[in-house]
């Protein structure tokens, strides 16, 4: 194995390492805010880094972009607006927009530079970025937040990058009470909340921030993940009134577009717990 | 990142590499059968490597074993002689041994240098090894289910390495026919099925070879493994005669035993499949 030909992010908080064998850099930069590289894998596609953190490659971010997005809308009644905090990438947007009921998204990431280059290297996920309902915003969502008008708002989506960074801001009480703020009744917030075995902790006082904020209800739902530390993910969601023990089944399970890995037995089975986790959060 | 501080299974065939901060080489043995390795980890205990690839780790085997015993003990009505093919390390030996209905169960490993790594190394995977209904063979798997007395057996896990090496003949029609001729009616046969991500088609000719060999009814179970290549693993079940459609919910949700990952919630979920593997499997 020649180190030249392979990515390695080592994550120092779990002593643990995700690799993939590249064939070429395709491009590298440094933002104002952070530092982006797209490489060229033999397997995965292309591959997204920002700041030697693996952010998505083009084979598995369908996992994280389908759980991010169609449990939280199979869950609400009818999203008409939905803001998505970061997402650069725009993955997270296109699975927003395939549902038909949304009438306006607005996407917030701090840094443009994410956006183009996605448009550049994974126009994929880039495909629904002209849609008319679609609104893009390049600027810092914790001031969007603090700014947006109250009950305006029926899903918040914060598709950030790890607490740390450009991102810090993104993972306290405050935030989560502007948005908590921004939502209408029975609204609901889903942030990325790390891996279940190495962020057990940080997915504790994500909830806890979170409740201190006044959300009522909490669900973690655990997914694969490949490309991200230990291979195992989380989104965390978060309800302003109202509870989230089901979800819209019927809906789920008629859906009028292709997923790759959600469907309404999955979306069940995410709702499941682990027995550590179950024990950890005491549910 | 110093090179020579991590242990790093590059799998060339997903183009994708996993690896662990490692403290010190505990052990390093060339058996008749395969090299062994046994490393101290900053972060997930030990680790033990065969032949370049990673085994298990003390932090995250919990997974592994636990999925690849209870949901088969938790289908059959009641498990009276079960039979382990590999499985040296003797977790899954443990995990079976949990169940107070088990009367009896052999494991068949080729290589006996793994189970006495395991006692050394891994002393909590081995501490059911002197239960009376224990029985620990060392000899070839494929020849013990050759010459098995038919419909003698209830539950037959095969916990192997990959389908490469000395495991390379538990993976074919020959094998399945006689674990199917050992199995009493209504009976379960659990095999490590690799990475839903990276090795379907492998999911794919396995249960071909299954169904050849007389099953009626198969189920592959998901689960996170992050030690493993794609972080996300499977078993495989297979039953001869009855179907797979339920399991026994009560007694998972009444186990007079911990679990970490297992529990009710955990089998009905792994029951779904993600929607690529549904299309793919044809279920």
Redesign the interface.
């Known amino acids: ?1 020649s ?1 030249s030909n ?1 990515f ?1 992010e ?1 994550h120092e908080a ?8 590249t064939r070429a850099l395709l491009h590298s930069e440094q933002t104002p805010f952070q530092h982006i590289e797209i490489h060229d ?4 596609g292309r591959l997204m880094v920002i700041d030697g953190c693996v952010m998505l490659t083009g ?2 971010n369908f996992l994280y972009h389908e759980m991010m997005t169609h449990p939280a809308l199979f869950t609400h009644a009818r999203v008409k607006r939905a803001v998505i905090i970061g997402g650069g990438d725009c993955g997270t947007l296109r699975e927003v927009l395939r549902h038909g009921e949304v009438e306006q998204v607005t996407q917030v990431d701090i840094d443009e530079r994410v956006t183009r280059l996605s448009e550049q290297y994974f126009p994929e996920l880039c495909e629904s970025n002209d849609d008319p309902r679609a609104e893009l915003r390049f600027e810092d969502g914790v001031r969007y937040m603090a700014e947006c008008a109250a009950d305006s708002v029926d899903l918040i989506i914060v598709d950030s990058t790890d607490p740390v960074g450009p991102a810090e801001g993104l993972f306290n009480a405050d935030f989560y009470a502007s948005c908590h703020k921004a939502l209408r009744h029975g609204g609901l917030l889903v942030q990325q909340s790390e891996s ?2 190495a962020h057990l902790d940080l997915i504790k006082s994500m909830r806890g921030a979170m409740r201190t904020a006044g959300f009522d209800a909490l669900r973690t739902l ?1 997914f ?3 490309c991200y530390p ?3 993910w989380s989104c965390t969601m978060a309800r302003k009134g109202g509870d989230l023990s089901g979800f819209r089944e019927r809906g789920a399970a008629t859906k009028g577009f292709a ?5 309404a ?2 979306h ?9 986790m ?1 024990q950890a959060l005491g549910e």
Chains 1, 2 share one sequence.
């Open positions: 194995m180190s392979w390695t080592a779990s002593g643990s390492s995700i690799g993939f064998r894998t033999t397997d995965w084979r598995d279940p075995l655990p694969p993940q490949p230990t291979g195992w997923t790759r890995y959600y469907n037995d999955i069940r089975a995410a709702l499941a717990l682990p027995e550590f179950r």
